[in-house]
């Protein structure tokens, strides 16, 4: 299970930082990704990071969201600059791990982004 968290209430141009933890049960991430669903709309992805590095964004976000991990301790961070009220939606992290060759996506529960103008 990935849990993220670090959400709250935050003035338009300010920022946070999200922080998604996997679960012991959950080991050798190869990519992790976050992801945001406003009221309304579909998931939509913002962002993913390879376990070699590699990250890729969404236009909506590219130039204020940054994806990082801790590949040691199975965490991810999503650090977000110049929020918009726009931005406001639940977010989430997941998670592909490799069982026998096939992959496994893991989700968990998300976390409340609050961008007032």
């Known amino acids: 299970l990935m849990q993220a968290f670090g959400g709250g209430l935050v003035q338009a141009g300010g920022s946070l930082r999200l922080s998604c933890a996997a679960s012991?049960?959950?080991?050798?991430?190869?990519?992790m990704g976050w992801y945001r669903q406003a009221p309304g709309e579909q998931r939509e992805l913002l962002a993913a990071?390879?376990?070699?590095?590699?990250?890729n964004y969404a236009d909506s976000v590219k130039g204020r969201f940054t994806i990082s991990t801790d590949n040691a301790k199975n965490t991810g961070f999503l650090q977000m600059n110049s929020l918009k009220p726009e931005d406001t939606a639940v977010y989430y992290c997941?998670?592909?791990?490799?069982?026998?060759?096939?992959?496994?996506?893991?989700w968990g529960r998300g976390t409340q982004v609050t961008v007032s103008s």
């Open positions: 997941n998670a592909e791990t490799l069982r026998v060759g096939i992959p496994i996506i893991h």
């Open positions: 012991g049960s959950i080991s050798n991430i190869k990519v």
């Open positions: 990071i390879t376990s070699e590095g590699t990250t």
